[in-house]
Nanobody, 120 residues
């Protein structure tokens, strides 16, 4: 099983920047993708950005041009650089990993979430 630990959330003023990190541990048969999702109060969890093992990226329209997903060479840590933050970016941000386990099951793992608050 894969375990994910996020860090880097906090309070930032509108127009500011934050960087989130997600560190993966545990073994997999094959990692398919890692990414970031967010959930604001009273709303459903939504995709923010994902990156496949082939390094293809996908972004929500609301964050295109402002957020950038990246990873380290060992595919152990995925990052989310968030620039030009807006109050509507306020949410709990969750890291996700989709992978085939060693028993060939297709699984999703989630981190515990990190709060991002954009407010003056």
């Amino acid at each position: 099983q894969v375990q994910l630990v996020e860090s880097g959330g906090g309070l930032v003023q509108p127009g500011g920047s934050l960087s989130l990190s997600c560190t993966k541990s545990g073994s997999t048969f094959r990692l398919i993708a890692m990414g970031w999702y967010r959930q604001a109060p009273g709303k459903e969890r939504e995709l923010v950005a994902t990156m496949t093992s082939g390094q293809s990226t996908n972004y929500a329209d609301s964050v295109k041009g402002r957020f950038t997903i990246s990873r380290d060479s060992a595919w152990n840590t995925v990052y989310l650089q968030m620039n030009s933050l807006k109050p509507e970016d306020t949410a709990v941000y969750y890291c996700n990993a989709r992978y085939y386990s060693n028993s060939r099951e297709l699984l999703d793992s989630w981190g515990q979430g990190t709060q991002v608050t954009v407010s003056s």
